[in-house]
Every structure is written in C-alpha cells, then in structure tokens.
C-alpha cells in the first residue's frame, strides 16, 4: 500500500470534515433529521477517504447514518483519524515487527578474503576490496596446485572436474564418498560457481571503472569469494599416477 498517498488524501479529507463540522456548529441548533445537501467536494473526497478506512481495517470506513448529521461526521473523522494514524506508523511499525534476521559479520569471512579486502573497504573502495579479495584467491588456489599457466575461470573449470587428474592438471576433491550423486553434484556445482565467481565478479571489478555496487551488493560478493575460498581450503589435491 502506499502509505504516503493514504495520509495525503485523508489529511484533505479530514480538513473538509472540520470545516464542514465548523460550519455545523455555527449553525443554531441540530440539524436533526434535516440532511442538507454537502459540499461537492467533500462528498468527493469521502469516496477516497471510505476505501483507504477500509483498506487499513475492513468496515472503518462504513460510518452508518444516524439521525444527527453532527453525530454522524464526528464519527467519520474518528474513523478517518484512525485510518491517518495506521498510515502515518505503518512503515515504522512493519519495520519494528519484522523478524530479526541474522547478519553476516565480514571479519568473520575467510581471512584469504577479508584480510585483503579490509583495507580497501575502510577507505570505502568496495570495487578496490573485492578485487584484491578475488586476486588473493586465485593465488592461492594457483599455490595449491601449483600451476600458474592458465586463467582463473579455466582453472577452476579443470580443478573441480570430475573427470580423473593428467599430468600437470591435478584435481581439487572435496570428502566423502566418491561414488554417491551428492559427491558428484558438490563438484559439478562448485565447478562452475567457481569460475561464475571469478567472471561475473572478478572481471568486473577489475575491468569497469566504476561499477555501481551498494555496501550490500560488495558485501555479498565478498561472502561468495569466501565460501569458494574455504571450499579450496577444504579440498584435497589428486595429482595422476
């Protein structure tokens, strides 16, 4: 719903009622029984004022007409009252009432990627960060296997494949059982979210010259080079025979 739209026209709302309340009480006496004829754009306004009432609680805006025109849009303006009063809380009140969710602390990422991001970001280069982060990686993913004669993306392509090691090309391989779908699976995806990480987020970074990341977007893409590196961390190396 859009709050900002409902306590503008209830706020137009309620200073025609006042004034048509002003004008009720200028009057002598009570109208009673007697209905005159309202102002053409407070009946307007009310048609609004009725479907925001009844958007925020179901019936708040169905004022039913009692014998007392003065009677009857005291109660409208409770209602329209009400009605500003959700309007005006509601983004603050949804906010207070949303679940508390967990955040991710980024020192506590793998120190291959938050130590060489910290630096960076404190200086508020996020690009910067993530770039050093992703380049240290690739370091030590190249240290591990001891090859340095191939691009990141490739790399990683070759060393979480599933197909047995050749001379100078050794596997990273996670634990467990070899022969079960799950093992498989666990290296097909760390494969090709390997060499996603490096194309989708280190070539950015390295080869735009400004990309728009939010602190958010950053720091997500720092969580995903964390998760790749403590996956290299974890595997094992198989070198052929």
């Known amino acids: ?59 708040l805006g169905d004022v039913a007409q009692d014998e007392s025109e003065r009677y009857y849009w005291h109660q409208v303006r409770a209602a329209a009252v009400e009605a500003l009063g959700r309007a005006l809380s509601a983004e603050e009140i949804a906010e207070f009432l ?21 630096p960076l970001w404190a200086a ?29 993306s490739d790399l990683c392509l070759q060393t979480f494949a599933v197909t047995d090691p050749t001379a100078g090309k050794p596997r990273l391989r996670f634990p467990g059982d070899r022969d079960t779908p799950t093992w498989r699976a666990r290296q097909e995806g760390a494969k090709y979210l390997a060499a996603g990480v490096f194309l989708a987020i280190r070539n950015v970074a390295a080869h735009e010259d400004h990309v728009s990341w939010s602190e958010q977007e950053a720091l997500e893409h720092l969580a995903t080079l964390s998760v790749l590196a403590r996956w290299i961390e974890t595997c094992t190396v198989e070198t052929s025979t």
């Open 1 to 59: 719903m859009d709050h900002a739209f409902a306590v503008k026209k209830l706020s137009e709302f309620l200073k025609l009622v006042n004034t048509h309340l002003n004008d009720l009480d200028a009057a002598t006496g009570d109208a009673g029984s007697d209905w005159p004829e309202w102002p053409q754009d407070l009946v307007l306004q009310q048609v609004w004022a009725r479907q925001i009432m009844n958007a925020y609680e179901p019936g």
């Open 98 to 118: 949303r679940p508390t969710s967990p955040a991710v602390a980024a020192d506590s990422l793998h120190p291959w990627v938050w130590d060489s991001a910290a």
């Open 124 to 152: 508020e280069a996020r690009q910067d960060a993530v770039l050093a982060a992703a380049r240290t990686v690739n370091r030590r993913l190249q240290q591990k296997l001891s090859r340095h004669d191939v691009g990141e």
